[in-house]
């Protein structure tokens, strides 16, 4: 085995178990109702949140090599409060039932407003971007500058907020069985277009190493991690029934397991696109063998409204 192999391997034993440790501590939280009525997900938000502000800055990285730049004090703040909407969200809309509130009554006169929030944010964002802009540099590149932050916060400000959605609205298994998809799509891809020689490549101008045998391989992975991993976690997302037997639904975590793993790829190509293009490796160099956070959440951050859909379908 490589030496590199070997790194990646151990590297990433030790990121599964810090991934998995949040994850308990979140799961333990909601458990206990620490935090309140509806208040889930701020263990795995401050996980998010940091994540978030790093891979806005490796945007600004890549924007660099290519001869401009974001705006740093707008774009992580932008980044970091749309990463963790679905969290601090929460919070706003919580009734304080000590005061004799009925909980359900207030979220319902709330819906409106809470409808909005989103839409609200990106346009305060929005607002703080120009500012900078015009406070920092005045008209300076202010085209390019403005529109790389605001790349940063709608590619990685939102992707991380629709993966944290996934948790806080299909609890923490649900990510989990959604994290083991995308990231074994891209394991059954790598060792498939490895061992098969990888002859047809997918988009050679794009990124050269994969190919169709390893797209094929990694989908094929990504249905059986779906099933097993549903079965193991003792999940139903998509209906009551068991996952075999009369009235099964195995069908449909096959289809998720594919179709969510297919846009895990696309979005890993997406981020190859953007590399190939500053004229760099790696987003960044965080995680020796890896790279940096973009590299490893790439295709999370994309696949997630895939998931949501599928599962809302």
Not at 158 to 172: A, K
Request: neutral net charge; charged residues 15%.
């Amino acid at each position: 085995m490589k030496k590199s192999m070997k790194i990646r391997m151990a590297l990433g034993s030790v990121m599964i178990v810090g991934v998995a440790t949040v994850l308990y501590w979140d799961r333990h939280l909601e458990s206990a109702n620490v935090l309140g009525v509806g208040v889930v997900g701020v263990p795995l938000a401050g996980l998010v949140a940091l994540m978030a502000a790093v891979g806005f800055l490796e945007i600004h990285r890549m924007a660099v090599a290519v001869g401009t730049s974001g705006l740093r004090i707008s774009g992580v703040l932008g980044t970091v409060a749309v990463a963790t909407l679905p969290v601090w969200g929460q919070w706003l809309f919580t009734f304080d039932s000590r005061d004799g509130g009925d909980v359900a009554t207030a979220a319902l006169a709330a819906m409106p407003m809470l409808a909005m929030l989103p839409l609200l944010l990106l346009g305060v964002i929005v607002m703080a971007i120009f500012f900078e802009q015009m406070a920092a540099h005045r008209t300076e590149d202010a085209l390019r500058r403005v529109a790389v932050t605001a790349l940063g916060v709608l590619y990685v400000g939102v992707g991380s907020c629709l993966v944290l959605w996934l948790r806080v609205r299909h609890g923490v298994e649900f990510l989990v069985l959604f994290l083991a998809v995308v990231k074994f799509t891209d394991m059954g891809a790598y060792f498939t277009g490895s061992f098969s020689g990888g002859k047809h490549k997918l988009i050679p101008w794009l990124s050269p190493g994969k190919s169709w045998e390893g797209l094929a391989g990694g989908l094929a992975a990504a249905a059986g991690v779906s099933v097993l991993g549903a079965w193991l976690l003792g999940i139903h997302p998509f209906g009551e029934a068991a996952l075999f037997g009369e009235g099964s639904h195995v069908w449909r975590y096959v289809v998720f397991g594919v179709v969510v793993g297919a846009f895990g790829q696309f979005a890993d190509l997406c981020e190859s696109l953007l590399k190939r293009a500053a004229g760099v490796k790696d987003s960044g160099a965080l995680v020796p063998e890896f790279g940096g956070v973009l590299d490893i959440l790439d295709s999370p951050l994309l696949a997630a409204p895939v998931a949501l859909l599928y599962v809302a379908a």
